[in-house]
C-alpha cells in the first residue's frame, strides 16, 4: 500500500506527523483529496477540517485549522497552519461563546477594521463549530 508523510504544524507547535493513505481539507477554491503521488501543489487553504487517513491503523485523524498554506509533494504533504487544534480539543461550548462574542463586536464595530476583523473571526468560528459538530456526527 501507497502511502505519503503528512505534517500539520502551527506556529506553536507540530499537530501531526506521520504516514496516511489519503488526507482531505480546504483549499481555497474548494474541498481537496490527496493522494500518495500526487502532483506537487501550493495554495492557501481555508478554515475547516483536515481529515488524515492513517497508514498505521487506518483510523481517521482529525484537526481543525484556521487556515494557512498546503504544500504538497508527491511523497510529503505540509499544512502550515495560522492556528491548529487537534479534533479531541475542540471544546463546543467556547466555541459557542466565543461566536457569540464576535456577533456582538460586530454589531458593535465602530470602523471598517474592527468590522473586518470580527467577521473575520466569526468566519473561523463558523468553520470551527462546523467542524466539531461534522466530527461529533462520527
Given at each position: 500500500m501507497s502511502t505519503i508523510h503528512v505534517d500539520v504544524v502551527s506556529a506553536e507547535e507540530s499537530i501531526f506527523a506521520g504516514e496516511a493513505t489519503l488526507v482531505s481539507l480546504p483549499g481555497e477554491s474548494g474541498e481537496l483529496g490527496i493522494l500518495p503521488r500526487h502532483t506537487p501543489l501550493i495554495t492557501r487553504i481555508k478554515p475547516g477540517a483536515v481529515r488524515i487517513q492513517r497508514a498505521d491503523n487506518g483510523q481517521e485523524e482529525f484537526v481543525f485549522v484556521a487556515g494557512g498554506i498546503l504544500e504538497v509533494q508527491p511523497h510529503c504533504v505540509t499544512v502550515l497552519a495560522d492556528t491548529a487544534i487537534r479534533g479531541k480539543d475542540l471544546d463546543?461550548?467556547?466555541?459557542?461563546?466565543?461566536?457569540?462574542?464576535?456577533?456582538?463586536?460586530?454589531?458593535?464595530?465602530?470602523?471598517?477594521?474592527?468590522?473586518?476583523?470580527?467577521?473575520?473571526?466569526?468566519?473561523?468560528?463558523?468553520?470551527?463549530l462546523a467542524a466539531i459538530r461534522r466530527l461529533r456526527k462520527k
Open positions: 463546543e461550548a467556547k466555541a459557542l461563546e466565543a461566536k457569540r462574542l464576535a456577533e456582538e463586536a460586530i454589531q458593535s464595530a465602530k470602523g471598517e477594521l474592527d468590522l473586518a476583523r470580527a467577521q473575520s473571526e466569526l468566519a473561523e468560528l463558523v468553520a470551527q
